[in-house]
């Protein structure tokens, strides 16, 4: 496992909105298509197995561009509501124009930190997809976001299983970090916790009953990620977003020198991942469900 010491005190998620509402932000709106065409099935098969109900009013925590803000506006129909709530203003600002512009009229958004912020309600759902595993204090986060539920109302969040189970981006992270390690001190802010802080049913499902949910369900659901329409724009996106792109921006200048090698290295290992129509990696989920008691 690979530790980084962070030069910056410690300011709750104060890093995390850093990085969200700018550069996290800018490498989103680069691989925005693919990001989202790849979480979609994710979103789709979560809202399929636990309906939401027409006229509920629903949270979607962490939004981000707020695409699942508007499905969810969309199945809750004309007399229910969604509430879009973000970290980042800039992810906010893009949701809210996006939505006025889609026509969408029951869908609203927020700037809120989960974790410190009132984020509103009574809501009769909570959802999220890949929006939670950012909090540097999970049970803290759990705990306002199940103030703004009514009891018996559902959270539905879909998290990332573990790495290893997220074999080829983990590879992809390997390649690299055995040509670029991670400098011992970065000033480059950190996205929080990271994209499998939730990936652990164990460790989740005490972090729900720790902060008033009960009746916790975890069920895998496997996708296939396309990265990029052929193997040069594969190995782009990958050393520039995820694991192993994280990885080379905090490296900075020796990532940057050694880029040609880690270009290599990437591409030998998506190359058994390329198809006549892209290249897709395996991944895989969890839907995790709990009712607040
Ligand atoms: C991986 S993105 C997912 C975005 C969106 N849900 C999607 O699936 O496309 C994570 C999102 O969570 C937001 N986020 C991170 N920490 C947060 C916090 N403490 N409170 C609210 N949002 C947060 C980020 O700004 C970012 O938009």
């Known amino acids: 496992m690979t530790t980084i010491t962070q030069v910056r005190t410690f300011d709750g998620n104060g890093e995390a909105r850093e990085a969200w509402n700018g550069v996290l932000f800018d490498k989103f709106v680069r691989y925005r298509d693919a990001l989202v065409s790849g979480f979609g099935p994710c979103s789709t098969a979560a809202l399929e197995r636990h309906p ?41 600002e893009t949701a809210q124009r996006e939505a006025a512009a889609a026509g969408v009229r029951n869908a609203r958004f927020a700037v809120a930190d989960v974790q410190s912020d009132p984020v509103g309600g009574p809501y009769d759902h909570a959802f999220s997809r890949f929006g939670t595993m950012f909090f540097a ?39 690299v970090l055995a040509i670029v390690p991670l400098p011992a001190t970065t000033e480059e802010p950190t996205c929080g916790p990271g994209p499998f802080s939730m990936a652990s049913p164990d460790v989740v499902s005490e972090q729900l009953l720790a902060a008033g949910f009960a009746r916790a369900t975890f069920e895998r659901f496997d996708i296939q990620m396309r990265v990029g329409a052929d193997l040069a724009s ?26 040609p090698e880690v270009f290599a290295a990437v591409q030998d290992v998506l190359r058994p991942h390329q198809r006549a129509d892209g290249v897709s990696l395996p991944a895989s989920t969890w839907i995790v469900t709990a009712t607040a008691s």
């Open 52 to 92: 939401l109900r027409p006229g509920a009013r629903v949270l979607d925590i962490g939004c981000g561009f707020g695409d699942t803000t508007q499905q969810i506006a969309r199945l809750v129909g004309d007399t229910g509501e969604a509430v879009g709530v973000d970290l980042a203003p800039r992810f906010v």
């Open 137 to 175: 204090s999970p049970v803290v986060a759990l705990r306002n976001l199940r103030r703004s539920l009514r009891v018996g109302s559902t959270l539905c969040m879909v998290v990332w299983r573990k790495k290893e189970e997220n074999a080829a981006l983990f590879d992809v992270e390997r390649a």
């Open 234 to 259: 594969a190995v782009e996106m990958m050393m520039d977003i995820g694991p192993a792109g994280e990885v080379m921006r905090l490296a900075g200048v020796e990532a940057r020198r050694r880029e």
